[in-house]
């Protein structure tokens, strides 16, 4: 049985999200919720770079989970980088086709159109 606590001292305390998604992606690497999550929480914490190599590696091993490309973009835009913001959005709304996500292909497409 997975528990969320670690010891620390004589208390117990909460176990970061860092480093317990971690801990299920060590069980589990295809954890595509799991991957995405840690990305999310590497956002939350300023670590951008981190943030997108877990996006990237959420993209690659879920080709079709749909959130990671919109959130990924929306970090590539937060730091910068435009090009690569165009090509996760279209390569996002390419998944958004596959799987029928029009609300995200709408969501998607209209930050793309704010790039141009």
Sequence with gaps: ??????????????????????????????????????????????????????FAETIERSPEYVPAYQMSAQELLKAGRADETRARLVAGIAACERTGNTHAASEMQAMLDELA
Excluded at 25 to 50: C, I
């Design 1 to 54: 049985m997975r528990t969320m606590f670690a010891r620390k001292g004589k208390y117990d305390r909460p176990m970061d999200k860092i480093a317990m998604l971690s801990e299920i992606l060590k069980q589990n690497p295809e954890d595509a919720f799991a991957r995405y999550g840690l990305a999310m929480a590497y956002a939350a914490e300023g670590r951008v770079e981190d943030a997108l190599r877990e």
